[in-house]
């Protein structure tokens, strides 16, 4: 058998490297894929056998991706609305609304953008009446450390759960490992192969 290093790919070497592709590209050359019945099945990285993989409906995704970012801003202006102000203060300039500052941050980090970049965001949302002033993209980092602030995105979690509540039962933590500049299997490291 031949082993394919995933950063021997061709893909890795330009700008737009699709991980999904490389750990592909890593199973694909460690294991057997078979194709029975319509179906691929891909050997399980944390249980011996195999896992069968169902057949993406593509228009439904692209159209899905295409749309999340505007759905995204939709459910999430929802989702603050309403949001309580802090105490004012009697002199300085007037606080920003809680609403504003939840929803900027939570776009902030949604987008992936840096501050700067993310200006244009911003701006847009307000546009849209997602934001009820233009604020400065860089205040958002101040958000982003404040205590008040923690406390209102620890119930908005909770909040934002409440309508799974009676289909989900049981959940669990996202397992994703991360890694730096050398090449791990995440799967070597949590199970030690």
Request: aromatic share 10%; net charge positive; with cysteine.
């Amino acid at each position: 058998m031949t082993i394919i290093h995933p950063f021997s790919h061709p893909a890795a070497n330009g700008c737009n490297v699709d991980l999904r592709e490389l750990k592909g590209l890593e199973i694909a050359a460690r294991s057997k894929i078979v194709f029975a019945d319509g179906t691929w099945l891909v050997p399980s990285q944390s249980s011996p056998g195999t896992k069968s993989r169902v057949t993406q409906n593509w228009p439904l995704y692209d159209q899905a991706q295409m749309a999340e970012k505007h759905r995204f801003q939709e459910l999430l202006f929802d989702l603050t609305r309403g949001l309580a102000d802090s105490p004012r203060a009697k002199t300085g300039r007037p606080a920003t609304p809680m609403a504003d500052m939840v929803f900027a941050a939570a776009f902030k980090v949604f987008s992936t953008f840096s501050a700067r970049r993310f200006g244009c965001d911003l701006k847009d949302a307000h546009e849209k009446g997602y934001l009820s002033m233009l604020m400065n993209p860089r205040s958002i980092s101040a958000y982003l450390e404040s205590e008040e602030l923690t406390v209102v995105l620890q119930a908005l979690i909770v909040r934002s759960s409440l309508p799974l509540k009676t289909v989900e039962t049981v959940f669990a933590p996202d397992s994703t490992g991360f890694s730096t500049s050398r090449f791990v299997r995440w799967n070597d490291e949590k199970y030690g192969t």
